[in-house]
């Protein structure tokens, strides 16, 4: 790049920025630089100058606004929320149909013992039932294996939302201050709508039993 | 010659489904004694421990993967001579061919049938 006409100063700052490795070069930096430059740019404009000026500061405008859009997207939600919540649904996914699995095979195990009491073309076609049963269960081996690659997916994209998150510093934490959310607010006995309630299977953990549930229904009586 | 339904079967596989699986097809084809690894480490203790007939691996296990196992196996002499059959997800051809090169016996594809199993089980061991 070619720095002879730049402040010094100006000029050391950009080949430093140069050096920076793709990617790790915060936008604010980016922004103070186009800055500096526009207001290191004094006295008589030439045509090609005052060209020059007004793509500096297009851009600069441009950035200012990326970091705005970009930070209203919220990237930090989906790495601390949306990105966890998906990988702990992808692996109760993995323990329920291995739970299923299991329960399908302890079934057919019995099947296989009244089986082997019988004899002729009985106990052959329950052979070949089982036989089919347990090859069907292979399903959740291939499905436990497809899951684990997309959890490996799914960590490869928050390693590059956390980039972003650090190439933006505090930008993200400026834009929550100016724009808390609703939820945020202290709410008095807030009733939730109806789409709120639409949570889809809880994880074990965070489910309630039918006891609760049936003593939760017995304590309005 | 006939196949000695009594030799013992090492069956290696990190999800205990699969290895229930496998079990239970093996059981029905009469093969009594059935043997679980749930990765090519602990299968490879019990190679050595046991004289085994067959060894049916996965091949992607953690801390050793099924290929790892085999190329073990065949680095041993007192194991080599084992036949070792793949039963995995992995399907591309350049798998295929690292296995053959590493001395498979066979491979079959997941998800697998109890015919393909026999299928392939006889022309490693022969007809039983």
Redesign the interface.
């Known amino acids: 790049m070619a720095t002879d006409s730049v402040d010094p100063e100006l000029a050391t700052r950009l080949q430093e920025l140069g050096r920076e490795p793709g990617g790790s070069v915060k936008v604010e930096e980016i922004a103070e630089v186009v800055e500096a430059i526009l207001t290191t740019m004094q006295g008589d404009l030439s045509a090609v100058d005052v060209r020059l000026y007004e793509e500096l500061e297009s851009l600069s405008r441009f950035i200012t606004e990326a970091k705005t859009d970009i930070a209203a997207l919220r990237p930090d939600e989906v790495k601390d929320e949306f990105l966890p919540k998906a990988a702990d649904e992808l692996d109760a996914i993995v323990e329920a149909t291995?739970e299923a699995?299991?329960s399908i095979?302890d079934a057919?195990?019995e099947v296989?013992e009244v089986m082997s009491k019988l004899k002729g073309k009985n106990a052959e076609r329950l052979?070949d039932a089982?036989?089919k049963i347990?090859?069907a269960?292979?399903?959740?081996?291939?499905t436990?294996?497809r899951i684990t690659k997309v959890v490996g997916a799914l960590q490869h994209i928050e390693e590059k939302v956390d980039a972003l998150l650090n190439a933006f510093g505090d930008e993200i934490a400026k834009y929550k201050a100016a724009n808390p959310k609703m939820e945020e607010a202290p709410v008095e006995e807030a009733i939730p709508a109806d789409e709120d309630l639409l949570h889809g299977p809880q994880k074990k953990e965070a489910a309630m039993s039918q006891a609760d549930i049936d003593a939760l229904l017995n304590s309005f009586d | 010659m006939a196949v000695d339904l009594n030799m013992n079967v090492l069956i290696v596989d990190d999800y205990q489904t699969m290895l229930r699986i496998l079990r239970n097809l093996l059981r029905q084809l009469n093969f009594k004694n059935i043997d679980e690894a749930s990765d090519g480490s602990e299968a490879l203790k019990k190679l050595r421990a046991k004289a085994f007939g067959l060894v049916i691996s996965d091949w992607n296990m953690e801390p050793m993967t099924g290929i790892q196992l085999l190329r073990e196996v065949r680095a041993d002499e007192k194991l080599k001579h084992i036949p070792f059959v793949m039963i995995t997800a992995e399907s591309k051809s350049e798998n295929v061919i690292a296995a053959k090169e590493a001395g498979v016996s066979n491979y079959i594809v997941k998800p697998f049938n109890a015919e393909t199993l026999k299928g392939k089980l006889i022309s490693v061991l022969g007809e039983f």
């Open positions: 291995a699995t299991n095979m057919v195990g296989e052979m089982t036989t347990y090859e269960c292979g399903f959740q081996d291939i436990g294996q």
